[in-house]
């Protein structure tokens, strides 16, 4: 009986005790009043009960100054969470890391040198939630960067300088600070508003008005190459060409073309890169010189082969180091299911890749052919280094069966699936640039598929940053964010608080006062 005494007082005091954060956190008073009666009762019943006429007992004592030491640590415990509270400390636990910037976004705000605001125009001057979490990792990572909220109906002087058309919602990014070198470019609110391609909006945003000049890529045409644009209409369509790649390469400050050497003649001078993307029938030799003028003068070519075609570019690619080899590369151990999809996570030494390697990437060649890099034949000053390799397990598979064997005489180990390759340039005469590059991977479709799988689109376009010459731009991007939402009442908030900030507490506390009294009492 006494030991129930005394746990009724303990608990009683800190009901009462913890009655005010009740009411903060609860959706009606009555469950303030309901916990604060409880435990002016329970009090009523230890002080009656077990100090009557004697006074207070020692055993009362002890056990009054334990629960006063308890709560002295339950007030230094919400002290510490008030400090951190103000001084906001984050971290993201969630799997896609949804609330973290990414190192192409965090590099991008440390290399900005003017001040840039986003001004959003929406109707009643306010925005939603997800973009003020937005805007405001971004500011806390540069105080270069702001934004606003205005309603067009009320600066209409700012819908007319920048274009907005009334009852529209947009946004505009702005750099300067309204003097007449002000540059702007508008943004897709419904894309900056969504939590999977919100980063990647804004990011690509930044990057388009702080690049000085375009990038030129050519893509040749004329070979059965992937179309930049789809052949027709419907999604079927969109899948067989590189309008997915198109995109973002026009975010980042690229501008990709068509190019057909018939009937140019020649590589245009303002080419940043010629891309031949999935070649399946053979370049004419006027094309094939073309080409190789190209690269002679210091030009930067990107080539991506296709299974069982030869477009006429051996000879020209062995002459800097590369050798596509005939079959398919297939890989039971590290994919049992369906060998011929090969994943690998090793990468030679190369500034392409070394950020992949460091966040132990992934990439995915859907259906590919394996390279030899060369050493003999090569023209003077060439250096050929492997890019990406498979696993010891990976092999060529010379008769592309169903259920592919590593058969006698196929050629096995760490076999290259894509290739780097340099040559300097600087005593040519009419030279493009002082260095020519070369790229070579043994997969086509890491151009159509990859944009869907965050690695892969990294190697892409790594290898073109690097290929171009633009090494601020080889980084690891905003993902593709396929997170799962749960819509929070203001009633289910608030029971979530009740429950893990006052009950759940409460609860262990009580548990353990009830232990301790138990034991002691024995």
Avoid: C
């Amino acid at each position: 009986m006494k030991t129930f005494i005394k746990l009724a007082g303990g608990i009683g005091l800190l009901l009462v005790l913890s009655s005010p954060l009740t009411l903060l956190v609860a959706t009606t008073p009555v469950v303030f009043f309901a916990k604060l009666g409880l435990g002016v009762l329970l009090l009523a019943l230890w002080f009656l009960k077990d100090t009557g006429r004697k006074g207070i007992t020692a055993g009362g004592f002890f056990f009054t100054s334990t629960v006063l030491m308890s709560l002295a640590v339950l007030a230094l415990l919400a002290f510490a969470n008030f400090v951190a509270a103000k001084r906001a400390p984050t971290w993201d636990l969630t799997r896609k890391k949804i609330y973290s910037l990414s190192a192409q976004t965090e590099s991008t705000l440390e290399q900005l040198k003017e001040p840039v605001k986003v001004i959003a125009f929406i109707e009643g001057g306010g925005g939603p939630p997800v973009l003020d979490d937005l805007f405001r990792r971004y500011q806390e990572r540069s105080d270069k960067f702001s934004w606003d909220y205005k309603d067009p109906r009320k600066a209409p002087d700012l819908t007319l300088k920048y274009q907005v058309r009334s009852g529209q919602p947009t946004a505009v990014l702005v750099k300067g600070d309204g003097t007449p070198g002000e540059s702007h470019t508008q943004l897709n609110l419904a894309r900056l508003g969504s939590p999977q391609l919100g980063e990647q909006e804004l990011t690509n945003a930044l990057i388009k008005l702080n690049t000085v000049g375009t990038q030129k890529l050519y893509f040749t045409q004329g070979h059965g190459e992937w179309p930049l644009e789809p052949s027709a209409p419907g999604e079927e369509a969109a899948l067989a060409s590189l309008v997915a790649l198109k995109r973002v390469l026009q975010d980042e400050g690229y501008a990709p073309e068509a190019l057909n050497l018939v009937t140019r003649g020649e590589v245009p001078r303002d080419a940043s890169a010629l891309v031949i993307a999935g070649a399946r029938s053979r370049f004419t030799e006027p094309e094939l010189k073309a080409v190789g003028d190209f690269l002679a003068q210091g030009g930067r070519l990107v080539f991506l082969a296709e299974v069982g075609a030869e477009p006429g570019l051996d000879a020209l690619l062995a002459s800097y180091g590369v050798q596509v080899d005939p079959g398919l590369v297939a890989d039971v151990k590290t994919n049992p299911e369906n060998p011929y999809i090969v994943i690998t996570p090793f990468f030679g030494e190369h500034e392409i890749t070394r950020l992949l390697e460091k966040s132990r990437a992934n990439v995915v060649f859907p259906i590919t052919r394996a390279l030899t890099v060369l050493t003999q034949g090569l023209l003077e000053g060439v250096t050929a280094t492997p890019l990406v390799t498979t696993s010891d397990s990976a092999w060529i598979e010379a008769s592309m069966a169903e259920n592919p064997v590593l058969d006698s005489g196929e050629k096995s180990g760490r076999l290259p699936l894509a290739v780097v390759a340099t040559r300097s340039t600087a005593s040519v005469a009419n030279k493009r640039s002082d260095e020519a590059r070369l790229v070579v991977f043994g997969d086509s479709e890491l151009m159509v598929g990859a944009f869907g799988y965050d690695p892969d689109r990294n190697l892409v376009m790594n290898s073109l940053a690097w290929a171009t010459m633009q090494t601020q731009k080889i980084t690891i991007r905003p993902p593709d964010r396929d997170i799962s939402t749960l819509d929070l009442t203001p009633d289910l908030l608030s029971t979530i608080r009740l429950l893990s900030m006052d009950v759940l507490p409460l609860l262990l506390i009580g548990v353990g006062l009830t232990i301790w009294l138990t034991r002691r009492a024995r």
